[in-house]
């Protein structure tokens, strides 16, 4: 069963920020929401993570809900690179031994 | 991710080879994984280590074995390769511990007539 909902796919303006939806509601108290993306021909690329607060690192921010049912990943100034599928997954204490359930992600084309 | 390689990127063989791609990290992580990637499907995990005398069944392992040579290195094998073993195949590494992300490799396209 699908843990997570994403739009198939969005389209950002080159330098605007691109903010990528991904819904959650079965999310229960100890699972963490993951964002990789993963460009085309390469292997998944990890992006971020987080439980319940806010984070942010050197590629991303990751805005997760007060009722964590929802989260949107902030892309800041979006380049021709950041083109990618990129995938929202929420693992728990019991995939901490390895399973990533990749769903089928949001399709994000940047264009000049 | 350039800290995990795998080698060959590339490869075509014939039903019935044994085949091995090797994955190989200089990230100094224990725990090592071996994906396949097929259009639709998403990613589905093969075999998993989480050190060198640590191998574990994913959820699709048959017809692969696994060999955890060291630390650093995790090879996946096909004992008898079959044209539904044609896919991308992913090597990722974690640290020990809980939710640990992993990092992937830029994969093998493995093509089996």
């Known amino acids: 069963d699908a843990k997570t909902t994403q739009p198939p796919s969005m389209d950002c303006a080159e330098g605007r920020a691109a903010n990528l939806p991904c819904n959650h509601s079965t999310i229960s108290g100890n699972e963490y929401v993951y964002w990789y993306r993963q460009i085309h021909s390469q292997g998944p690329q990890y992006i971020i993570h987080?439980?319940?607060n806010n984070e942010t690192n050197e590629m991303a921010s990751l805005i997760i809900t007060e009722d964590r049912k929802s989260s949107t990943l902030i892309l800041p100034h979006a380049t021709l690179r950041d083109t990618a599928v990129y995938y929202c997954?929420?693992?728990?204490?019991?995939?901490?031994?390895?399973?990533?359930?990749f769903g089928a992600g949001t399709q994000v084309v940047v264009t000049p | 991710d350039a800290d995990v390689t795998q080698t060959p990127r590339n490869r075509i063989t014939k039903t019935g080879k044994r085949i091995m791609l090797e994955c190989s990290q200089t990230?100094?992580?224990?725990?090592m994984y071996w994906y396949r990637q097929d259009p639709g499907l998403g990613l589905r995990l093969i075999y998993y280590s989480f050190d060198v005398k640590d191998i574990n069944k994913g959820e699709i392992s048959d017809g692969y074995s696994v060999s955890r040579q060291a630390q650093a290195k995790f090879s996946l094998s096909l004992e008898s390769a079959i044209p539904n073993q044609t896919a991308l195949y992913f090597c990722?590494?974690?640290?020990?511990?809980?939710?640990?992300?992993?990092?992937f490799g830029d994969g093998t396209r493995l093509s089996i007539l």
């Open positions: 990230k100094g992580h224990d725990r």
């Open positions: 987080g439980l319940k």
């Open positions: 997954i929420v693992r728990g204490l019991t995939d901490s031994w390895g399973k990533l359930q």
């Open positions: 990722a590494t974690s640290r020990e511990g809980v939710n640990q992300p992993q990092h």
